[in-house]
């Protein structure tokens, strides 16, 4: 059973920057973290789901939402089993929990990247609070 474990939340300052983690664990089959599409999502109180990043299996190329391009970096570490998430400039509104989540194989197409639907593992989450 696949295990994602974020880490890295906290409190920050506006302007400031913090790095999530999230390692994987619990592969079977000799499958291994490229051979899964990975997708960093968030949520606010009292608003949708969002997702923001992505790193496609197909082609390990990235992705990003409009709300964190430029200032959000993901990245992984094969040999390590994780996944990055650097956050800079941070804003208010990027308040929330942060969760990293996991589909075998890749998703058809862009439209697929930021729809939880399209990933089948998740982790509990870590807070992100951006405040004075």
């Known amino acids: 059973q696949l295990q994602l474990v974020e880490s890295g939340g906290g409190l920050v300052q506006p302007g400031g920057s913090l790095r999530l983690s999230c390692t994987l664990s619990?592969?079977?089959?000799?499958?291994?973290?490229?051979?899964?599409?990975i997708g960093w999502f968030r949520k606010a109180p009292g608003k949708e789901r969002e997702g923001i990043s992505c790193?496609?299996?197909?082609?390990?190329?990235?992705d990003y939402s409009l709300s964190v391009k430029g200032r959000f970096t993901m990245s992984k570490d094969n040999t390590k089993n994780a996944v990055y998430l650097q956050m800079n400039s941070l804003k208010p509104e990027d308040t929330g929990v942060y969760y990293c989540?996991?589909?075998?194989?890749?998703?058809?197409?862009?439209?697929?990247?930021?729809?939880?639907?399209?990933?089948?593992?998740w982790g509990q989450g870590t807070q992100v609070t951006v405040d004075s």
């Open positions: 989540a996991a589909v075998f194989g890749h998703l058809d197409g862009p439209t697929w990247y930021f729809r939880a639907l399209g990933y089948d593992y």
């Open positions: 619990g592969f079977t089959l000799d499958y291994s973290l490229d051979r899964y599409t």
């Open positions: 790193i496609n299996s197909l082609d390990g190329k990235t």
